[in-house]
């Protein structure tokens, strides 16, 4: 429901039936538009982050051994003092053009050095905060497979399943299977996410093994791993097929969601298409029922929502920070969550710039998805 | 004899000893002690550099990899000499007090066989004291290496030899003793051939793994938001058994604490720091009670800060030319006499044993109890009915019998040296706990309610703590503030940081509440510069000072929390101290760790 | 037809696709009647309608019952289901849990309600005027609509719970601030097919001002597509409150809401099971009965569906 709710494909916008003047312009189109709209989204970010009330400074150093004087050394070396204007400046296009106060005395003088900063149009992230002089890009770069592949798995898992129990819900419409799928997917989609992982957590970690073992069964360990992405060993993380079973709870718990949206998304075009003419033509032909169901009716069925594509992995995407914190899993959520309780500026700009940017990028994708499914969809 | 009674204090304290207590001589043997897996909030470290690091996770890395030049007994939580893992051998003071000499090992070396000498330290100094990185340790020093103030106390650092450092203070002071363990040792060999002179070129590449090192581990391995895995280093000298017995030590990250106690419950993690909320399950849970756990009264206190300085307008506590500012005092909180009605009206008790689950230590100044200054005879009494005399007799009266409304001011200290249009204004004031700690939150709500029946009209509020909390406490614009200080090693009665004028600065300074008394700064500076930091000099000294902060209560001093510690049933040669909960790892014989 | 096949590729997912339009007495008291009959629509609103009664009703209620959700014990915490005097046993601080849920169940209702239509009237105001003028004044919507969307909306309404600390007014101004665009972009599409039909054209002739029309001819004929937006993102907002919560950023102590006595249960689920069960239990329950009453209004106006 959150990707309806938040998320609503702008696409359609674009989209007129009507004359086909190529994809290609109209892409360009997009991804040219796509600059203006990062940059406002910028503007708006930096501006919420210095309007709020506290200071980078006084939570990083809340520490009463740390003496004044370095406080103020420490909040003249990330310049968190200057004015709005200033510090996105620096941000933006960098410091190596002027002198900053690399002696920290507070004075701007001819004994300070120019700045190293390049700015985000040379694509320079700048430095964290919190992690003093790591770059932000190559944080996220640390934890950006970790998010994508959790998140690829719910949207396979979430959307075959929907789509199938869409399917088999539409064709036995008003039978137990119809009317279990769709309260089961509601109920799983009702549940608050975080607190449905921890039942799972503990239910597959603690309860059940214990149950088990009372009646001689196994020696009481968790039947799944209660967190994590891999299994707790040196020399890197094992290649994913070796470690499914971490993806099993996590992947279930966010799925639940998309396959109660899905369901009944894809059903209710179901039954509209298995009404229609070219089915009933494709019966007479004598089509078994399941390459009626599978090959004809579902194709068009789900057309109409390949737009919904985008929302869904963006949704995910901003939801990311409650199952990783669950589950422990080392996203770019988690990491979005630290730097906003530490004010990791340059941090926060980052995980900005980069979910947007997926953002812009899974709406083209779904619009170009959609013009492929659908030969009646042309772009001006 | 000092220590002595330190320890019965301890003992008295009813310190739980492990259950799991057990003879040092069952490890099997070199790295077959199994793999010890900890479950850590504290997220990624930032460095590996000793350097440049000063957040919790970093330390806990560094901490295993580096010697401290001055080792912390983990038994006392005080400076010893020939700690393990330390490079002090002994330490003297010349006449004036003003010069140390410290004294090093001579029997230990970096795992590469280069031996450990002063000149490993004195790369840190230099590069410490360059300017060139952003260390929070530069302040330790009088000037930094161009001659730039840095506000500390050390004038020089030398290495007259291999194995002899000399260190000169500005002046005698007890204090700054520990400020020489704020620069780690470095193995110079390397980190010289690394960066040479260009001491900023360590910041370019904070997370380096370090490839020599001296320590009971070795060979970090980091997976960013996951994990971080060391190897034991059987060439450490200073292992109790003569080799260390767990083949590995390994952190793994977890977000929240209920998940990292049910993945400590579940098998997953070896050993757990059980946050406060789940420290009872582990009593009283029969499905809990057989795992081993260790319980101490912790280094840290929690209090209310107390505002006594108007809050509409705050001031610092010394002026540009260095005079002291007159401070206008806290509507309400400015009059001692408020101030110790609020003492008296809370039930202490009542809180430690229903909040706490009685698993707290009653304190009434910011001495905790294992402290050598600690004095256990100055408590707050409980006694609603003296708080409402007290109001009273300050001028907050209850003019319509209903001890349930607020009372209002007629002739209060405000009224009288402020404003007289005071007058008639409510007894009300916010109380603020930072949101997200739920044992905050409840203790909030309970000093609420305890203040309520007594004529106050209290406000409560869990509030975000970067985007409002520490805003309004630094700003000092605050009434009354819940917070609690986690006290480093080892834990000093030195007060300057929090209650001297020269803290008192609204923004950033750590005196929040303006208090200020002259007879107490007069005795801290005596008990600082006591020859040769006498303990039991100081601690006469120390014991006036309590009696001032008693009776003037800057704070409302609440508890030392009670810390707990447990690890997996059958884990053997686990032997914490109150000062060190993984005292003796390098000994311990973990079971192995459930991993499906 | 050409409306037809321009719907279809709009992709709307609930409300009418492409059929006929009816006049709206008709097509209200089909949908009625199909409601009337589906016994789970029913089930569900009568849950949700005792719930919100119950929860207007807490003070009144905490009151007859002699129930205080303040009144702490400390002495007398984690009292289990059915203990005399306090039926839904206390919490941490030896408060009713009874009080405090009915309590929690205002706000959280409240919040969740005042946001979704908060975001619901935004969305109302700019995706008519957008549909209902067309031209330049709809590019600029389609852009601004558009370029907001594309913000991932979770990650913002993260940023800023993070940054400011949430009050439950200012909770409901951001909810609604980010919840209007995908309201508006329905509504848009809604207005366009409706402002050329008939009655709306014969009120033209009669010379109706154009907010007028808008007001009272096109706004009202989308009750069906709207209540059905209502009921899906009033679940929505509950769960993401409850979200919120969970990581620190929602409305906090002492104001008590089913997300954040859920979150702070989470600590004592072994002392105090029943202390994480019901609210978590509650939001559960009334997110399940918004849905299924989203899903059966939705049925219940697309006759093609519900037969």
């Known amino acids: 429901m959150l990707s309806e709710t938040f998320c609503s494909p702008a696409a359609a916008y674009f989209i007129e039936a009507g004359d086909a003047t190529g994809m290609n312009k109209y892409i360009i189109r997009r991804l040219l538009q796509a600059i203006p709209t990062l940059f406002g989204i910028t503007i708006i970010v930096y501006a919420i982050i210095l309007l709020a009330p506290g200071n980078p400074v006084t939570i990083l150093a809340f520490d009463p051994t740390i003496r004044q004087d370095e406080r103020e050394r420490l909040a003249r070396s990330l310049g968190v003092n200057d004015p709005f204007y200033l510090q996105y400046l620096r941000w933006l296009i960098g410091d190596d053009w002027m002198r900053v106060d690399s002696n920290y005395d507070g004075r701007i003088d001819e004994r300070d050095a120019w700045g190293d900063n390049y700015g985000i149009l040379r694509g320079d992230f700048g430095a964290s905060f919190k992690f003093r002089g790591s770059n932000p890009l190559h944080l996220i770069g640390e934890r950006l497979g970790a998010t994508i592949e959790l998140n690829l798995a719910v949207l396979l898992f979430g959307l075959t399943n929907g789509i199938l129990i869409g399917v088999l819900a539409a064709v036995y419409r008003g039978r137990a299977f119809d009317r279990f799928t769709r309260v089961f997917a509601v109920i799983g989609d009702s549940v608050p996410a975080f607190w449905l992982g921890l039942l799972a957590i503990v239910t597959f970690g603690i309860i059940l093994p214990r149950f088990l073992q009372d009646y001689g069964i196994g020696q009481g360990r968790p039947l799944l791993p209660m967190g994590g992405r891999c299994p707790p060993i040196r020399g890197g993380c094992p290649p994913i097929f070796e470690r499914l079973h971490f993806m099993l709870l996590p992947t279930l718990v966010s799925s639940f969601g998309l396959i109660a949206v899905w369901s009944r998304l894809v059903r209710a075009s179901m039954l509209e298409t298995l009404s229609s003419d070219f089915i009933q033509t494709a019966r007479s032909k004598g089509l078994t029922n399941r390459q009626v169901w599978f090959r004809h009716a579902l194709r068009n069925a789900i057309i109409p929502f390949a737009v919904f594509l985008a929302p869904t992995f963006l949704g995910l995407i901003g939801g990311s920070v409650i199952i990783e914190r669950v589950f422990t899993w080392p996203g770019v959520g988690l990491l979005t969550f630290d730097a906003l309780v530490s004010r990791d500026h340059p941090m926060i700009m980052a995980s900005v710039l980069i979910g947007s940017f997926l953002g812009l990028m899974s709406w083209i994708l779904s619009d170009i998805l959609l013009a492929l499914l659908d030969p009646r969809v042309r772009f001006s | 004899m000092k220590k002595f009674i330190a320890l019965m204090l301890l003992l008295s304290l009813g310190i739980v000893l492990p259950l799991s207590a057990q003879d040092a001589d069952v490890a099997p043997g070199p790295g077959l002690g199994g793999m010890i897996i900890d479950g850590s909030t504290a997220g990624d470290p930032a460095t590996f550099n000793p350097l440049i690091g000063s957040d919790t996770a970093s330390s806990a890395v560094y901490g295993l990899l580096y010697p401290a030049i001055i080792g912390v007994s983990p038994f006392t939580g005080l400076e010893e000499p020939n700690v393990a893992g330390a490079m002090a051998s002994g330490w003297e003071y010349d006449e004036s007090g003003t010069v140390l000499t410290v004294y090093l090992r001579e029997d ?206 705050p001031q610092p506590g010394f002026d540009e030319e260095g005079n002291l500012v007159p401070q206008e005092p806290h509507p309400v909180l400015g009059d001692v006499l408020v101030r110790q009605a609020i003492s008296h009206a809370v039930d202490m008790d009542a809180l430690i044993e229903g909040i706490r689950d009685g698993n707290g230590f009653k304190v009434a100044t910011h001495t905790i109890p294992t402290s050598w200054v600690y004095n256990p005879e100055l408590q707050y009494e409980y006694n609603p009915h003296l708080a409402m005399e007290k109001l009273t007799q300050a001028g907050w009266i209850d003019h319509d019998d209903d001890p349930d409304t607020a009372r209002i001011c007629d002739d209060c200290l405000f009224a009288r040296e402020v404003s007289a249009d005071y007058n008639g204004s409510p007894l009300t004031l916010d109380l603020h706990v930072p949101a997200g700690s739920d044992i905050g939150e409840q203790m909030g709500l309970f000093f609420q309610a305890e203040m309520n029946k007594v004529g106050f009209d209290a406000i409560f509020e869990a509030i975000d703590w970067g985007s409002a909390f520490l805003p309004e406490l630094v700003g000092q614009t605050f009434d009354m503030n819940m917070l609690g200080w986690s006290l480093g090693l080892p834990v000093d009665p030195d007060i300057s940081a929090f209650y001297y004028p020269e803290v008192d600065v609204p923004g950033s300074g750590f005196n929040f509440g303006s208090y200020y008394s002259a007879e107490l700064i007069e005795l801290n500076d005596q008990a600082r510069v006591v020859p040769g930091c006498d303990t039991e000099t100081r601690a006469a000294l120390y014991e006036r000072v309590q009696e001032i902060l008693f009776n003037d209560m800057p704070y409302f001093y609440m508890y030392v929390s009670e810390s707990m510690t447990a690890v997996l049933p059958g884990t053997r040669n686990w032997n914490p101290t109150p000062f060190s909960r993984t005292y003796s790892q390098d000994a311990w014989v973990s079971p192995a760790v459930t991993t499906p | 037809m050409e409306n037809e096949t321009r719907n279809k590729n709009v992709a709307q997912p609930i409300g009418k696709r492409g059929e006929a339009y009816q006049p709206a007495q008709t097509l209200w ?279």
């Open chain 2, 108 to 313: 230990i070396a970096w795992n590469d066989g280069t031996p450990i000498t002063s000149a490993d330290y004195m790369w840190s100094v230099e590069a410490t004291r360059s300017g060139q990185i952003d260390s929070p340790r530069a302040g330790i020093f009088e000037t930094m290496a161009d001659g730039t103030p840095a506000g500390g106390k050390i004038v020089s650092i030398e290495a007259p030899d291999d194995y002899t450092v000399v260190v000169t203070f500005n002046e005698a002071d007890c204090i700054s003793f520990s400020d020489v363990n704020d620069v780690t040792p470095v193995p110079a060999h390397v980190f010289s051939e690394l960066y040479g002179d260009d001491y900023a070129a360590m910041m370019d590449e904070p997370r380096r793994i370090p490839t020599v090192s001296f320590g009971p581990f070795k060979d970090v391995e980091f997976s960013a938001g996951e994990r971080i895995s060391l190897l034991a280093d059987q060439a450490y000298p200073d292992s109790l058994l003569g080799f260390i017995s767990p083949a590995e030590s390994v952190t793994l990250q977890v977000a929240d604490e209920n998940v990292a106690t049910e993945r400590f419950i579940g098998g997953e993690f070896s050993i757990l720091g059980v946050p406060a909320t789940r420290q009872e399950e582990f009593r009283t849970d029969p499905d809990l009670l057989d795992y081993p756990r260790y319980e101490f009264t912790g280094n840290g206190f929690t209090f209310f800060g107390m505002n006594h300085a108007n809050p509409e307008n």
């Open chain 3, 29 to 307: 008291r089909r949908a009625l009647l199909s409601i009337r009959h589906d016994r789970q629509t029913m089930v569900a609103l009568s849950v949700l309608l005792i719930f919100a009664l119950i929860g207007l009703m807490a003070p009144l209620i905490s009151e007859a019952l002699d129930l205080d959700p303040i009144e702490q014990d400390v002495r007398n915490n984690y009292a289990p289901l059915g203990t005399e005097e306090h039926l839904l046993g206390t919490d941490e601080l030896g408060r009713d849990h009874f009080a405090r849920l009915l309590f929690a169940g205002q706000i959280s209702l409240g919040i969740a309600i005042a946001s979704a239509f908060l975001g619901m009237g935004i969305g109302v105001a700019v995706g008519s005027i957008a549909g209902f003028y067309g031209g330049v004044v709809d590019d600029i919507v389609i852009w601004f609509t558009a370029t907001w969307t594309a913000i991932p909306g979770l990650l913002l309404l993260i940023i800023v719970s993070s940054l400011f600390s949430l009050t439950p007014f200012s909770m409901v101004f951001l909810l609604g601030i980010l919840g209007w665009a995908g309201v508006a972009r329905l509504v848009r599409a809604e207005t366009i097919s409706i402002k050329e039909r008939d009655f709306v054209l014969a009120a033209r002739a009669t010379g109706a001002s154009n907010l007028r029309i808008m007001f009272l001819h096109i706004v009202p004929n989308m009750f069906s597509l709207l209540i059905i937006i209502l009921s899906q993102s009033i679940g929505g907002l509950i769960l993401i409150e409850s979200a919120l919560s969970f990581i620190g950023f929602g409305i906090k102590a002492p104001t008590p809401t089913w997300g954040n006595m859920l979150t702070s249960a989470l600590d004592y689920m072994r002392r105090g099971p029943h202390l994480m069960m019901l609210p978590g239990l509650l939001i559960t329950v009334t997110v399940f009965c918004l849905y299924v009453i989203g899903d059966g209004l939705r049925d219940a106006f697309d006759p093609k569906i519900a037969d």
